[in-house]
């Protein structure tokens, strides 16, 4: 016995002809007959008389037609509640730390702006972490800034961002026109915590120029991070975007890297074999706005000599 068996059941019960039944359901007589026919030999009853070639349903057909248009009625409103309710893709979105505290809130209100009828879901960690995330699938797609080192993800470069040496005004390197390597030795600095992007490329600098500093502060927050510049007299390499606001309301200084090595790039990043959505692809357009600064750093700042 199928719903399709109770249709056929309740259209010939309510039209009281077959071939008025089969008329209504698109469907030839013999099939009509078949089903009422199937349905009384599943439940061992007469579910109509058939008198001088007239239809009478019986009690026992009362009673399944009672419960046979509630069976439907059930049937159809979870039909209809489940292609509404479930009909709504969850992206979920992984993102490290930094791209979390400057831009993912900005991108998740434009993907909400462009596709009402998304939902997402939103996961911050550092970058190894979002990494592991995606390879086992617990994430559609994340925006990183640290380098990704397994084959199986697609990284795509979408958003210019480099960083910059920060130091409070109070600082002895404050506003000082050059700031040279050996001018970092055995300074104090604050910095990100083993396997952040930020980390990375700091750890990197740090052994290419053969440099020794002070590690005194260790932190996964950016607001950690800058009240340890601003109150501490630490330095830190952080992201130009995350220190923005910081930098213009002159609490802090600049030190910019005339040569690059601290430009890098926010990636949107996704498993190989992903299959690519819409929402994806509105991801991915949405980012593209977001790919320059919003103002020049380097005309604030003082330049780094590498020497």
Request: glycine share 2%.
């Amino acid at each position: 016995m199928t719903i399709r068996h109770l249709r056929i059941f309740i259209a010939v019960a309510e039209n009281k002809k077959m071939s008025l039944a089969a008329k209504k359901l698109y469907i030839s007589q013999p099939t009509v007959s078949q089903a009422i026919r199937e349905l009384e030999e599943h439940y061992g009853v007469k579910l109509f008389e058939r008198l001088s070639k007239k239809l009478y349903i019986t009690e026992a057909g009362k009673y399944l037609l009672f419960q046979a248009k509630n069976l439907v009625s059930q049937y159809d409103n979870l039909e209809k509640s489940m292609k509404e309710n479930y009909k709504r893709e969850t992206l979920r979105i992984g993102a490290s730390l930094t791209v979390g505290a400057i831009l993912l809130s900005n991108v998740l209100n434009d993907l909400e702006s462009y596709n009402p009828n998304l939902d997402t879901f939103a996961y911050v960690n550092n970058t190894s972490v979002i990494e592991k995330k995606l390879l086992e699938s617990n994430l559609d797609v994340a925006i990183v800034e640290g380098k990704i080192k397994s084959h199986d993800l697609i990284s795509l470069p979408m958003i210019d961002d480099y960083l910059v040496l920060v130091c409070g005004i109070d600082h002895p390197l404050s506003n000082k026109k050059e700031v040279h390597l050996s001018d970092l030795e055995n300074q104090k600095f604050v910095v990100r915590e083993k396997g952040s992007g930020t980390r990375e490329l700091l750890d990197e600098f740090l052994k290419l120029h053969n440099l020794k500093v002070k590690i005194v502060w260790e932190a996964s927050s950016p607001d950690t991070i800058r009240h340890a510049v601003i109150n501490n007299g630490c330095l830190a390499l952080m992201p130009m975007r995350v220190m923005e606001k910081d930098i213009l309301d002159h609490k802090m200084n600049v030190i910019f890297n005339t040569t690059n090595e601290w430009n890098r790039y926010f990636s949107l990043v996704y498993h190989k074999d992903k299959n690519i959505t819409d929402s994806i692809v509105l991801l991915k357009d949405i980012l593209k706005k977001y790919k320059s600064p919003n103002f020049n750093v380097s005309e604030l700042s003082s330049k780094l000599i590498l020497e």
